[in-house]
């Protein structure tokens, strides 16, 4: 399925389905970051809970096991729009919480026994041409008016090339915050960490449909193979959730894809410096991102997979030949000295995207029905963020964390079909020509048309 799961250090073999009906304090639907976070969280408040997840795969089956190891504070929106939705204290508790996650992925993982790979190697944004900077420059702006700048610095390109070589590359933002994970380590351990407090985690066992709670206060997963009832369930299975009934439009499935090259050798590797293992990305709005692997392979990540009509997932859209072939040429374009390099991994997965890029994390008393998703890109840190809230929000712990403005928030619905694959086609397409126009002229975008206008949600 992706490099990480096969070098989870595990045999993968699924673990037994639920067989009939269950009764459960917390059922949990999807066995990935969310779902996992969520029943770790919860068994720190009370270890009595009887808590079940069900996963229909294996656990770290989805974008979890998948991703691009990028451990980082980063959101889908912007602190402006937080600030103007919900004031400036709500935005700055929000990129706090954000920075906080990292280190408690870190700290968790460590206290837990569970060999994630966590190394906090920083992270850098990378102005591949004059076309950049005007982008960079505008997020340290945007970091310093909340008061956040200290964070964040710009390298000129000579102090970039002390860190990392790229052709092209003129400046960088930089940050210390961000990490770099082994994302199979990190959702496998985690599966096993939370088997160990008393979870049981149900693999190969579909949820077709949830219902809430019923008069005597139990909400339901209903499954062919039984369903499962109790006071909360917990929806945690981010782009599969448009799946079911009564969620198809609030997410929508968008391939991110990723290529791996084989180890890179010592002299390759003296030749980029990227010693520290930092997640790199540049301003790119049709959007990159790289990291370096413990054993010394490049990760490139990318979108570019178009969107299909009706949103449906299949196991083949995970690869999409004319996009894994331009994320390998880019390998070669960003570091000349990898251009002959083999590739010995490909793969993807769907991103959930709410309508207005703004993630969620909710709980409803009166159906009993709990949520977080709608990470779009950045959901290593979010899932953690989110199982945290969910934990407070579930137990009725009422916390920091509860009042941040992710909260209970709910995305409007995306637009019925054709006007959706309308709409996303024509983002795609636009985005690529405005990237495509920027690098040829090295002028920067304007930030007026209608596609940037989408995409700077
Ligand atoms: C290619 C790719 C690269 C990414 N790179 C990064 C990155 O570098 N950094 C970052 O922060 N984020 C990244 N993301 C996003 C991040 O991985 C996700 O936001 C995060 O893992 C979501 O975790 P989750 O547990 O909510 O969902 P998932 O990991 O998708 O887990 C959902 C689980 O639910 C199960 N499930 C779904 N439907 C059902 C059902 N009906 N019944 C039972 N089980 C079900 C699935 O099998 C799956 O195991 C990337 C995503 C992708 C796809």
């Not at 062919?224 to 799946?243: D, H, K, Q, T």
């Not at 070669?332 to 991994?345: A, Q």
């Not at 950045?378 to 579930?394: C, E």
Request: overall charge neutral.
């Amino acid at each position: 399925m992706s490099f990480w799961l096969e070098t989870a250090g595990d045999d993968l073999a699924p673990r037994p389905g639920i067989d009939g009906a269950t009764d459960a304090d917390v059922a949990i639907l999807g066995a990935g970051m969310t779902g996992l976070w969520t029943a770790f969280y919860l068994k720190r408040r009370d270890p009595s809970l009887k808590i079940v997840v069900l996963e229909r795969e294996i656990a770290g089956f989805g974008a979890s096991g998948r991703n691009g190891a990028w451990c980082a504070p980063d959101l889908n929106i912007s602190m402006s729009r937080l600030a103007k939705a919900h004031g400036r204290d709500a935005a700055r508790a929000m990129q706090q919480a954000t920075y906080d996650a990292v280190d408690e992925v870190g700290r968790a993982c460590a206290e837990s026994g569970i060999d994630a790979g966590f190394h906090k190697g920083g992270e850098l944004i990378l102005a591949r041409g004059p076309q950049g900077i005007p982008a960079l420059d505008s997020a340290l702006e945007e970091y310093a008016a909340f008061g956040f700048g200290d964070h964040y610095r710009l390298l000129d390109a000579a102090q970039l090339s002390e860190r990392i070589r790229v052709a092209g590359a003129v400046r960088a933002l930089a940050s210390e915050d961000a990490a770099v994970i082994h994302p199979g380590r990190l959702v496998r351990g985690l599966a096993r960490r939370v088997e160990q407090d008393g979870v049981r985690i149900a693999e190969r066992t579909a949820v077709t449909s949830f219902q809430p709670r019923d008069a005597g206060g139990r909400a339901t997963l209903v499954t062919p193979r039984g369903n499962v009832r109790a006071p909360v369930v917990v929806l945690a299975g981010e782009a599969y959730l448009s799946e079911l009934p009564g969620l198809h439009r609030q997410l929508l499935p968008l391939w991110s894809l990723i290529v791996l090259t084989e180890p890179v050798t010592d002299a390759q590797w003296a030749e980029i410096g990227w010693a520290n293992r930092e997640v790199v990305a540049s301003t790119r709005m049709s959007v990159d991102y790289l990291s370096r692997t413990e054993d010394g392979r490049v990760l490139f990540g990318g979108r570019g997979a178009p969107y299909r009509f009706g949103s449906p997932i299949r196991r083949s859209y995970d690869r999409h030949g004319p996009t894994h072939e331009k994320l390998k040429a880019f390998v070669g374009e960003w570091f000349p000295v990898l251009r002959d390099v083999r590739f010995t991994h490909e793969w993807g997965g769907p991103l959930g995207m709410p309508r207005d890029w703004h993630p969620t994390m909710a709980f409803d008393e009166a159906s009993g029905i709990a949520t977080s998703r709608g990470y779009i890109g950045h959901g290593v840190s979010t899932t953690n963020l989110g199982g945290r809230v969910l934990a407070d929000l579930i137990t009725g712990t009422s916390s920091p964390l509860t009042e941040l403005p992710l909260v209970n928030h709910r995305s409007r619905d995306w637009e019925i079909e054709p006007f959706r694959w309308l709409g996303v086609r024509y983002s795609q397409w636009a985005i690529g020509r405005v990237d495509a126009k920027a690098e040829r002229t090295g002028v920067p975008p304007s930030g007026r048309s209608l596609a940037e206008r989408i995409a700077s949600h």
